[in-house]
Structure formats: C-alpha cells, structure tokens
C-alpha cells in the first residue's frame, strides 16, 4: 500500500511504503503520512492472532487523533514532567506516544486472545519553523540524509544495546552471538512507559527516513543513502528500499516513510497581489507602472 504525501510548508516532499514481505503471512505493520501536521510514524506490532497488527494500527490511529486535536503550542492537556523542559513539538510528539501505549495497554486487556501484545513505534515530526522531533520506542528506527552522508539518529532498545550500554567491556563476539530480535521497550506492554525524545535543527532538503526493523535487518544504511539520492521521486525511493528488503528474504513486515524537509514558515515569502489601476477617464484595466492609459492616453501618473 503505497501513501505518498501532498507537500505543505514545512515538508517539501513525504511518501510511505508497507509490505508483508515474502515469508509473513499478514501485515502487522502500520504506518502514517500526515504532512498536514507534518507528522510520519513506523509502528511493527508484536501478538499472534493479528493482535500486533491491532496494536499498531490502534497507535498510529491515536497519535493522529493527539495532532488533530492539538497544536505544538496548544496541548490538550498539560505535558508530563518528563516532557516540560522539551521543545513544544516534542511534547507534543511525546504525549501523543503515551496516549498511544494506554490505548494499546487498554486494547490488550480486554480483548480475548490479545494479552501481551504490544508495539514498537518510531515518529518524525516537523514543526512549522523547521525543527524537527524524533520520538521512539523499541527497535524501528530513524535516520537522517543530510549533505549526502547518512546517520542513524535512534538506537534500538534492545536487549543486545541494554548489555552494550551496561556493560562497555563486553567483547564483539560476545555480543555477536547474543539474540538481535529481542526488545526491552514496547507500547502495550506498561500503562508508564519511557518515550525516548531528541530534538534538532534542520535544513531545507534534509531527508528522514522512518523504518521497521524488517528494513532496516535487510537493507544497509548505505543502501537507503543511495536509493533516496538517485531516486526520481521519495516514492520511487520507498518502493526500491521494500524491493531490497525482499531480494534480502523479505523475512519480516517491512515499512519505511520518508520526508523531506522544506522551508520554515518563517523563511517563506508572502505572495503580494499587484495593484491593479483602472483608468479613472474610460475603466480600462491598466498595466501597473504605465503612465499613459493605453486606450484613451489619460495620464496615469502626477
């Protein structure tokens, strides 16, 4: 299912891509283009009995509904403490994170067959003056294409980085040969769940690209560079990076919204309408700056 995006003034261009892949047998993947709000998620749902398709789609469901109801300024209720000392778009990315994972939460216990289910999420929003917000949890990611290099700007939280983290010394092999899949945060799985939020800068033409980890398992960073650089369109682009993922065995769900950054608000000129003169001897529209009337030669201009 392919979503591209229409622009707005401060996403010049989006587009998202989902696919089952080539061994899954259902979707449980969601995803969501919103350059209205210039808001775009990746979220891989986890469950048997499509509970993790149920989990994602109801937290990109609700996060959108956050937006719709809110403005970065303007939040319907007050931030959470952790939230307070951010940047207004961040706090608004961020609770509409945590509305999501108590909806999830909610969703998994009262639906038979649902226990357990949960969600991973990773979302980009882009506020009207250009700065741009990342907010994630678990192991989809985001990178950012800036100045043709590459970087991924999430780590996963994972059970292979929790030890990397808390335990620097641990040798490569070692951690080679501990489990890549599992993951230690996850909407659904606490009602208080730890959103991870980064903010920054950006400039006009810098590309973020949002993933599940059946991209991001499958394809290089190296390849998603080039294939955003020597693509036509984003578009084009997200359909070249799921055609990797398949070539690479297509193992998992695979998704991936891209957006590219335009101008803030700010820096966008007004349109200014010419003024139009009309000649006060005969009403003949005027070619602003004439000083004769083309029609009777009246004089336009003192």
């Known amino acids: 299912m392919s979503m591209p995006g ?4 401060n996403c010049a261009d989006c587009a998202g891509l ?9 979707n449980e993947d969601s995803i969501l283009v919103r350059p209205d709000v210039g808001l775009f998620v990746v979220a891989d749902g986890m469950g048997g009995h499509q509970a993790g398709e149920v989990a994602s789609r109801l937290a990109v469901e609700t996060i959108a509904e956050y937006f719709d109801n809110s403005t970065d300024e303007n939040l319907p209720e007050p931030a959470a403490v952790q939230f307070r000392d951010m940047d207004p778009g961040a706090q608004r990315l961020g609770m509409g994170i945590v509305r999501a994972n108590i909806q999830v939460c909610r969703a998994a216990q009262s639906g038979t067959g649902r226990a357990g289910m949960g969600t991973t999420i990773a979302a980009v929003h882009v506020s009207p003056d250009g700065s741009v917000h990342i907010g994630h949890i678990g192991d989809s990611r985001v990178y950012r294409i800036s100045n043709g290099e590459i970087e991924q700007v999430t780590q996963d939280h994972s059970f292979v980085n929790q030890i990397r983290w808390s335990s620097p010394g641990v040798e490569p092999d070692v951690l080679a040969h501990l489990p890549k899949n599992v993951i230690t945060r996850a909407l659904g799985l606490a009602e208080d769940t ?3 939020l980064r903010s920054e800068l950006s400039l006009p033409g810098d590309v973020y690209l949002v993933c599940s980890d059946g991209l991001s398992g499958f394809v290089s960073s190296e390849q998603m560079l080039a294939a955003v650089e020597k693509a036509p369109t984003l ?14 065995g297509g193992k998992d769900n695979i998704s991936v919204v891209i957006v590219r950054v335009g101008p803030p608000e ?6 200014v309408s010419p003024t139009v003169t009309v000649c006060p001897t005969c009403g003949v529209v005027t070619i602003p700056g004439n000083a004769f009337c083309v029609e009777c030669g009246h004089r336009l201009v003192d």
Do not use: F, W
């Open 235 to 248: 578009e084009a682009a997200a359909h070249e990076l799921i055609d990797a993922a398949n070539r690479g």
């Open 266 to 271: 700010s820096a966008i000129p007004e349109t």
């Open 194 to 196: 730890d959103v991870e």
């Open 6 to 9: 229409t622009t707005s003034t």
């Open 18 to 26: 989902t696919d089952v892949g080539r061994v899954r047998k259902q």
